[in-house]
């Protein structure tokens, strides 16, 4: 079947995002494209922090957003709780990140066969832009081992809190424990980290 | 001083994966099948990959079809074996070649900074090797029903081999690379040649793993017109996935949908057939899974060859 094209369209300004996820719901094409250009920056860019690579980040998008409109076609998408729906894009983006990082890494492991028999390729030209992404690609990685000095549950809190911008409120909601486990988790993540990863103040975890 | 993280970037090419969010239409295709978390799932995905077949890793198991196991040895399946056929037909020579061209690409290649496996540009000096002489070159089926394209590739005394699909462009011109390559080694001890098996898995956020995938070339002996792959979850053998020999040459795959939990165990088998049916040689137990507990990185792990 041909690829079909959505137009984007302008912000509504009366239209949050529980009126959107309402006709997501019952599988709204149009519903799906303002919320994916709601979100689908945070999501990208929240995958980016959990892979370190923007191009893995790009297909993370994809998974995710292709994972929630076969769940509106099937009718499967409940209620939402929150008042913006980007909490729950990120968790469902967090999985699909475990699928991709799978692939990636046995892409990886395969491509280490390879034998290298000719040394004499030279490396194409890179724009400045992408080279950037490279130095944000490495930066990222070594920011993520630092991270994986802490337990995941306390990474996680570290990735929808402090680096997406989510409230207590909605980490909570979207990972389904208490506000008083996501600041916990957080100060303990603070703790361990101070001096290596910039996580802000405690400001709100009293 | 504290590290800071990059600075966010816009995501590129909206359109064009908006476009193909809207376009999937094939549930069979899904990769997983977790619940949306509007209130709960508070666990990261659980991730479970099987990369490469190490030579330390491969037994020969006698198993029931194959006991006594030397080469020599025949044994006629028993009529109630359940199969299912993975072959599709041969590609068109055309296909043949181009698939060919492709794969022999990553003979001689090397890292490119900034590019990984899947968006690498379509060419660049110093990469690619001849092509001596293609073989298998065929289609197969696989879990969910799509079509792929295999080819084996004769160069310099090795053979390379691909599986998957031809690399296309996307419409804003990004190369789409979506095949596994490999190279074959004669150092496996299990006696099918070939390759070192791939095998993979789909996490779900209860901790559970599903939707296992194992497959491999397999160099044919004497004789042998079949190649047969099982996997046997948590004691149960599934059905044996079937393939001809072309060229010399299998390439075989093999699935289940079971779920395993923690502590599960699987293998996966393969066998050889004549012409009359008769096994040939041992059942080859190539690959043993448990499932293990949650690694520290907080993805569940498959543990291989226990």
């Known amino acids: 079947m041909g690829v079909r094209r959505v137009e984007a369209r302008p912000r509504y300004a009366v239209s949050d995002d529980r009126d959107l996820w309402e006709r997501l719901r019952v599988a709204d094409e149009d519903a799906l494209a303002d919320l994916f250009h709601r979100h689908s920056d945070a999501v990208y860019n929240f995958a980016f922090r959990r892979t370190s690579s923007w191009a893995s980040a790009e297909d993370v998008v994809q998974a995710t957003f292709v994972a929630l409109w076969r769940r509106a076609r099937a009718g499967k998408v409940d209620r939402l709780t929150l008042d913006t729906a980007r909490p729950l894009l990120l968790v469902m983006a967090g999985y699909e990140a475990g699928n991709v990082l799978r692939a990636s890494r046995r892409q990886a492991a395969l491509t280490d066969r390879i034998e290298l028999i000719d040394h004499t390729g030279t490396v194409p030209d890179h724009s400045a832009d992408a080279a950037a992404r490279v130095d944000d690609e490495r930066s990222m990685s070594q920011t993520r081992r630092l991270l994986d000095r802490i337990p995941a549950k306390q990474r996680e809190v570290v990735e929808l809190v402090v680096w997406s911008e989510c409230s207590i409120a909605e980490a909570a909601r979207a990972l389904g424990v208490p506000e008083g486990t996501v600041k916990s988790r957080l100060a303990r993540a603070r703790t361990r980290l101070a001096g290596l990863l910039d996580l802000g103040t405690t400001e709100g975890l009293e | ?306």
Not at chain 2, 52 to 63: A, I, N, R
């Open chain 2, 1 to 306: 001083m504290t590290r800071q993280i990059p600075a966010e970037r816009p995501l590129p090419h909206k359109t064009v994966i908006l476009d193909r969010v809207l376009a999937d239409t094939d549930e069979k295709r899904g990769r997983k099948t977790w619940l949306l978390p509007v209130v709960a799932a508070a666990s990261i995905a659980v991730v479970a990959t099987g990369a490469l077949t190490v030579p330390s890793m491969l037994k020969s198991d006698p198993g029931p079809a194959g006991k006594g196991g030397s080469s020599a040895t025949t044994t006629t399946p028993k009529p109630a074996d359940n199969t299912v056929s993975v072959d599709r037909g041969s590609l068109t020579e055309a296909q043949a070649k181009a698939f060919a061209t492709e794969c022999i690409k990553w003979v001689g290649s090397h890292d490119i900074p900034g590019q990984t496996f899947e968006t690498a540009p379509l060419d660049w000096p110093g990469m690619g090797a001849k092509i001596g002489k293609i073989r298998h070159a065929t289609k197969v089926t696989d879990s969910d029903r799509s079509t792929d394209w295999t080819v084996a590739v004769d160069s310099g005394g090795r053979t390379y081999a691909c599986d998957g699909t031809i690399t296309t462009k996307d419409p804003d011109g990004r190369v789409r690379r979506n095949y596994t390559f490999t190279t074959f080694s004669r150092k496996y001890p299990d006696g099918l040649g070939g390759s070192g098996d791939t095998a993979g898995s789909i996490g779900k956020p209860d901790g559970t793993l599903t939707g296992f995938s194992s497959s491999r070339w397999v160099t044919a002996g004497p004789g042998v017109t079949t190649v047969q792959r099982r996997m046997v979850m948590k004691g149960k053998p599934g059905p044996w996935f079937t393939t001809d020999v072309v060229d010399g040459l299998a390439y075989i795959r093999s699935w289940s949908s079971v779920t395993l939990r923690l502590g599960d165990k699987a293998r996966v088998e393969t066998r050889r057939l004549d012409k009359d049916g008769n096994v040939v040689g041992p059942v080859v137990t190539d690959r043993r899974i448990v499932v293990k507990g949650r690694s520290g990185d907080g993805y569940t792990a498959l543990d291989f060859d226990k």
